[in-house]
């Protein structure tokens, strides 16, 4: 069998079609038989890659964190702000609406996963040792400019990441809108106790949104009264 040439490219042909076809039939549904077909690649091409289904999948979630990744380093370089606090403010906002359609795309793909413990706890480490980590920094420098009066930093943006990520994730506790609308409002008033006063209306209302278009609200027409 003659060596490919470029494996880059066919690594990269691979994530692009399995993204796709998760995207359109779901990651249950969908079989490595299925990618091998739509690729039009041999089963050797695409095992040598990938032992699984499962393998492909982390493959897609690790290249869309760094793009997430990439956005974040972006905009904490391009975005102008009078303090730290406001900058933050906008970051999280841009975040947020930044993401569009291929983050609701990949809403749809990990939907599948979402209860699994594994995936969870995999989920939840990255984002306290990548994005924890640089949120402090902007509170550290709030807290030096006296826009924002949190006295633990780093502990402070682990919390608000774990909230965010995985408790307010109506399709993980199976929630519907107006159960998460409540919970955000009450990190928002959380943060606020913390001294980090960073969770602004537009960002519920993006956050809720997104969850919307990537139909993650149980289908209920229960109201909460509290």
């Known amino acids: 069998m003659a060596r490919n040439k470029y494996p880059e490219q066919t690594l990269e042909q691979i994530l692009k079609v399995s993204t796709l076809i998760f995207t359109e039939k779901g990651y249950e549904k969908t079989s490595i038989q299925d990618i091998i077909d739509a690729l039009g690649m041999s089963k050797g091409a695409v095992y040598h890659h990938f032992r699984s289904k499962e393998d492909i999948l982390k493959a897609v979630m690790d290249k869309e964190l760094g793009r997430a990744e990439q956005l974040l380093a972006r905009l904490i370089a391009e975005t102008e702000a009078p303090n730290a606090r ?17 983050q609701q795309s990949m809403d749809h793909i990990l939907s599948a996963q979402i209860k699994n413990p594994q995936f969870v706890l995999e989920g939840l480490k990255k984002g306290v040792q990548r994005d924890a980590i640089i949120i402090a920094e ?60 960073i969770v602004s209306d537009l960002l519920i209302q993006s956050i809720t949104e997104r969850h919307a278009q990537a139909d993650s609200y149980r289908n209920t027409n229960q109201q909460i009264n509290l």
């Open 86 to 102: 406001e900058k933050l403010i906008r970051i999280l906002e841009q975040m947020i609406l930044d993401s569009g359609l291929q």
């Open 138 to 197: 902007l509170m550290l420098q709030g807290k030096q400019d006296g826009s924002l009066q949190v006295e633990q930093p780093l502990e402070c943006a682990e919390v608000f990441l774990l909230l965010t990520n995985i408790w307010i994730n109506p399709l993980l506790f199976e929630r519907n809108r107006e159960e998460t609308v409540s919970r955000l409002h009450f990190v928002q008033h959380m943060m606020k106790g913390l001294g980090a006063d």
